[in-house]
């Protein structure tokens, strides 16, 4: 495999950093590469004083942020658009570097960021409350959605930079601050970020500090998620990320959204269009090497069509290109790091011994970074390790004869983020999406459980959280609500027809 100098790849870094307006950072935290492994530049690491303060920084901003009408608030999003639009090839340029993505998917998502200012700034207009009848003469019932105030922002290297943008755009139209805790391996993506929206900021004449960036690894997240004056903490990672961060910030009548691990099936029917499936299946289990929460992880296939699927997967497997994610051409880059390759080794290893054979991939290319090929397996049952979230690129693949044994199988995991059926039978698909059909909060017909639009809502139920960001009426969660009752009479009626003196 040939793979670029990694002077070359920090030179990339340097000059992308540049052209956003961001400076080249140095400090104590190493960014590195998964391309090659090897480190792009240092940067300043925050402590939990650092993340106190920039908490008290953006709660400061807030109390003027919260009365700029929303509409103005919009107009610091879509100038945010314009600069991501601007540089949306120096965006997808770190991205690719710090995530590894190939170059279409990281376009993709620095995409989605565009996209959701969009949403946003339209948004803007439309923080509707509802009016209702009031039982009682002249009374009038309503209810207001107000800010809620700092929002958390704890976000993942796969999406290092969509998933920010959802909260970010959306808590920011909704009158809230936020305080961005970026994964550690993606640093540099997220100062470019912050330093475009910064500019956003100055542009609008709008207060700086109601964006604040920390960097750091567990304790910047803990000072952030233990914070009073963090009124929401929107989390994106593991299920074990997951069950540390919400009873915190339960046990201090915070609100959390959380977004965590996805265990993703499609169930595949006899009538399925496998031309089309296959084309589906591929993107979503082997794009972006697996590493989305979307990913596609489980495969529930007829047993009549069951081999002719997998030779069909098979074929289109040996024809994808692993290799370095800026070449045009390949669609698989590497792996984040060393304990991902390892994790995945170990979850072929817990297949195979729950009787799985691997029928293509699972093997490292080349001998730099952690390349890996797509893993397609075949397991006698839905074992243990089927329940399990493994951040990679392996497809296991059950059978099933009866539709219900499909379903069930399906839904049989922890996890509950993103589903999809193959089939042409509007019966079987319309099942799947009914109330007892799929249990995920994405369910999908025909297409794969990956790469969903902004415009609905992102999330899922059971091990995933809950929480559901992006489109739709997700700003919710980023406002309180306030119930009025005005009384414009001259009497006191009192609601349930109570006398009282
Ligand atoms: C994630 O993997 O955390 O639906 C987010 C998708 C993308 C977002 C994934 N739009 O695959």
């Given at each position: 495999m040939n793979l670029p100098d990694p002077s070359a790849l920090a030179e990339r870094a340097h000059s992308a950093l540049a052209r956003c307006g961001a400076e080249w950072p140095t400090g104590n935290l190493t960014a590195r590469t998964p391309i090659t492994g090897t480190e792009i530049r240092t940067l300043e690491q925050h402590s939990a004083d650092d993340v106190n303060g920039a908490v008290a920084a953006a709660h400061d901003a807030f109390g003027d942020w919260r009365t700029v009408p929303a509409p103005i608030r919009g107009a610091v999003v879509r100038q945010l658009g314009r600069l991501l639009s601007e540089h949306k090839t120096d965006l997808a340029e770190l991205v690719t570097l710090e995530a590894g993505k190939i170059s279409s998917e990281a376009l993709g998502e620095v995409q989605e960021m565009i996209d959701i200012c969009e949403f946003a700034v339209g948004l803007s207009r439309q923080l509707y409350g509802r009016t209702m009848p009031s039982e009682r003469p002249g009374h009038r019932l309503m209810e207001t959605w107000h800010p809620i105030g700092v929002v958390g922002v704890i976000s993942a290297f796969n999406f290092p930079v969509a998933v920010w943008s959802w909260n970010t755009a959306i808590a920011l139209v909704c009158g809230d601050t936020v305080v961005w805790k970026p994964s550690e391996t993606t640093p540099l993506t997220a100062l470019a970020c912050h330093t475009l929206l910064r500019r956003a900021l100055a542009d609008c004449d709008?207060?700086?500090?109601v964006h604040q960036l920390v960097i750091g690894g567990r304790d910047v997240g803990a000072a952030l998620v233990d914070n009073p004056q963090v009124a929401l903490v929107s989390a994106t990672g593991s299920v074990r990320m997951g069950r540390e961060v919400a009873p915190r910030v339960a046990a201090r009548f915070g609100r959390s959204l959380l977004e965590l691990g996805g265990n993703n099936g499609a169930v595949v029917t006899p009538s399925a269009d496998l031309d089309l499936a296959v084309r589906g299946i591929v993107f979503s289990a082997a794009g972006t090497a697996g590493q989305?929460?979307?990913?596609?992880?489980?495969l529930i296939v007829h047993e009549s069509i069951a081999d002719e699927l997998v030779a069909r997967i098979s074929a289109a497997y040996a024809q994808l290109q692993v290799g370095n994610?800026?070449?045009?051409?390949?669609l698989v880059g590497p792996l984040i790091n060393d304990a991902a390759f390892e994790a995945m080794q170990s979850a072929l290893t817990a297949a195979q011994s729950s009787g799985g054979t691997v029928v293509c991939g699972g093997e490292r290319v080349g001998d730099t970074g952690c390349y890996v090929r797509p893993a397609l397996v075949r397991m006698p049952k839905q074992s243990e390790i089927m329940h399990t979230e493994t951040f990679a690129p392996i497809l296991y693949v059950v059978t099933y004869n009866e539709f219900d044994d499909a379903i069930a199988l399906h839904n049989a995991v922890p996890q509950g983020l993103s589903s999809s059926i193959f089939t042409l039978d509007q019966r079987e698909a319309e099942r799947f999406l009914a109330a007892d059909g799929s249990d995920c909060g994405i369910a999908n017909v025909n297409i794969g459980t990956s790469g969903a639009e902004i415009g609905g809502a992102f999330g899922g139920e059971k091990d995933t959280g809950g929480g559901r960001e992006s489109g739709s009426d997700a700003w919710k969660a980023y406002m309180r609500r306030a119930t009025n009752t005005i009384n414009y009479s001259d009497q006191l009626p009192l609601a349930q027809g109570v006398e009282f003196g």
């Amino acid at each position: 495999m040939n793979l670029p100098d990694p002077s070359a790849l920090a030179e990339r870094a340097h000059s992308a950093l540049a052209r956003c307006g961001a400076e080249w950072p140095t400090g104590n935290l190493t960014a590195r590469t998964p391309i090659t492994g090897t480190e792009i530049r240092t940067l300043e690491q925050h402590s939990a004083d650092d993340v106190n303060g920039a908490v008290a920084a953006a709660h400061d901003a807030f109390g003027d942020w919260r009365t700029v009408p929303a509409p103005i608030r919009g107009a610091v999003v879509r100038q945010l658009g314009r600069l991501l639009s601007e540089h949306k090839t120096d965006l997808a340029e770190l991205v690719t570097l710090e995530a590894g993505k190939i170059s279409s998917e990281a376009l993709g998502e620095v995409q989605e960021m565009i996209d959701i200012c969009e949403f946003a700034v339209g948004l803007s207009r439309q923080l509707y409350g509802r009016t209702m009848p009031s039982e009682r003469p002249g009374h009038r019932l309503m209810e207001t959605w107000h800010p809620i105030g700092v929002v958390g922002v704890i976000s993942a290297f796969n999406f290092p930079v969509a998933v920010w943008s959802w909260n970010t755009a959306i808590a920011l139209v909704c009158g809230d601050t936020v305080v961005w805790k970026p994964s550690e391996t993606t640093p540099l993506t997220a100062l470019a970020c912050h330093t475009l929206l910064r500019r956003a900021l100055a542009d609008c004449d709008a207060p700086r500090g109601v964006h604040q960036l920390v960097i750091g690894g567990r304790d910047v997240g803990a000072a952030l998620v233990d914070n009073p004056q963090v009124a929401l903490v929107s989390a994106t990672g593991s299920v074990r990320m997951g069950r540390e961060v919400a009873p915190r910030v339960a046990a201090r009548f915070g609100r959390s959204l959380l977004e965590l691990g996805g265990n993703n099936g499609a169930v595949v029917t006899p009538s399925a269009d496998l031309d089309l499936a296959v084309r589906g299946i591929v993107f979503s289990a082997a794009g972006t090497a697996g590493q989305r929460c979307t990913s596609l992880r489980r495969l529930i296939v007829h047993e009549s069509i069951a081999d002719e699927l997998v030779a069909r997967i098979s074929a289109a497997y040996a024809q994808l290109q692993v290799g370095n994610p800026f070449d045009d051409g390949v669609l698989v880059g590497p792996l984040i790091n060393d304990a991902a390759f390892e994790a995945m080794q170990s979850a072929l290893t817990a297949a195979q011994s729950s009787g799985g054979t691997v029928v293509c991939g699972g093997e490292r290319v080349g001998d730099t970074g952690c390349y890996v090929r797509p893993a397609l397996v075949r397991m006698p049952k839905q074992s243990e390790i089927m329940h399990t979230e493994t951040f990679a690129p392996i497809l296991y693949v059950v059978t099933y004869n009866e539709f219900d044994d499909a379903i069930a199988l399906h839904n049989a995991v922890p996890q509950g983020l993103s589903s999809s059926i193959f089939t042409l039978d509007q019966r079987e698909a319309e099942r799947f999406l009914a109330a007892d059909g799929s249990d995920c909060g994405i369910a999908n017909v025909n297409i794969g459980t990956s790469g969903a639009e902004i415009g609905g809502a992102f999330g899922g139920e059971k091990d995933t959280g809950g929480g559901r960001e992006s489109g739709s009426d997700a700003w919710k969660a980023y406002m309180r609500r306030a119930t009025n009752t005005i009384n414009y009479s001259d009497q006191l009626p009192l609601a349930q027809g109570v006398e009282f003196g």
